[in-house]
């Protein structure tokens, strides 16, 4: 977003503050979170803004009929087209709960013996920490510290894919990671998603590795997704596969009842993690 979105003084009320921020302050800067994090939660900005929970609901609420953001439950996401990923180190963090409930659900779908084709991200690394107590898996990933994390298990065989190496998420891609896909097979893709929404699928925010997520859709017998809440309505600049190519989506407890219910008539199946795995 640039300073075009931001809202002018004349559109905002006064009289709602305690803390001496005007109101067309507190929603602009809701926006620069938003442009810089693609997501909010409710709960971390009345803390952060020192007011009423229901004056925060009332500041997205306004926010989302102008069309900058879409209402989720416990907070709000961006809404539209993104070229730019968010910083790495920032999403490592960034509902990190949720991501850990999601991977302990994925790794109920990993049996042992399993040939596995592992994405890279913040949500696979998680994944990873819990496939540390299976056994006899191959894991082949262009992701680094998902090799490192597993490598531990001796009885876990760990193909790390070849490539120019990215800074931050440390994971490889390229035309040499293209071409050591080409040349594997396994029975479960698990990715991570940059972006999901039902007319364009799943997107992504880097061009080399959205084609290593497309090569292994294709050469694996069966699709799991797996993202949190804030991704869902968010479309990244790179297409990687349409909803049907997904045999099952794993999310968490904060997408809303709704929402769920639009991408299950869209034919996707979902699994939702409760809250309590990520305990």
Known sequence: MNEDHFIS?????SGDEKNGLLVQERRN??????ANERMVKAAELVGEFNVS????????????????????????VCKGFYGLEPDYSHREIKNLFEKQAIAAKTAELIENGDTLFID??????????????????TVITNSTQIALTLVGNPSNRIILLGGELRSGE??????????????????????????LTIDGGISDYHINEAVSRRLMIERADKVIAATDFSKFGVKAL?????LKKIHVLVTDWSVPD????????????????????SR
């Not at 003084?9 to 009320?13: F, P, T, V």
């Open 53 to 76: 929970m229901e004056t925060i609901r009332r500041d997205l609420e306004y926010l989302g009929q102008l069309g900058y953001l879409e209402r989720v439950y416990g907070g709000a």
């Open 120 to 137: 890279v991200g913040t949500t696979m690394l998680e994944l990873a920490k819990c496939l540390t107590r299976k056994s006899d898996l």
């Open 258 to 277: 709704k929402t769920l219910r639009e991408y299950r008539d869209a034919g996707l199946k979902i699994i939702v993690a409760p809250e309590s795995a």
């Open 238 to 242: 790179n297409s990687v596969c349409p």
């Open 9 to 13: 003084n004349s559109s905002a009320a």
């Open 170 to 195: 440390l994971s490889v891609s390229g035309f040499l990671c293209e071409y050591g896909l080409q040349r594997f097979n396994a029975n479960k893709a698990i990715l991570g998603v940059g972006g």
């Open 29 to 34: 800067r809701i926006l620069e979170k938003l």
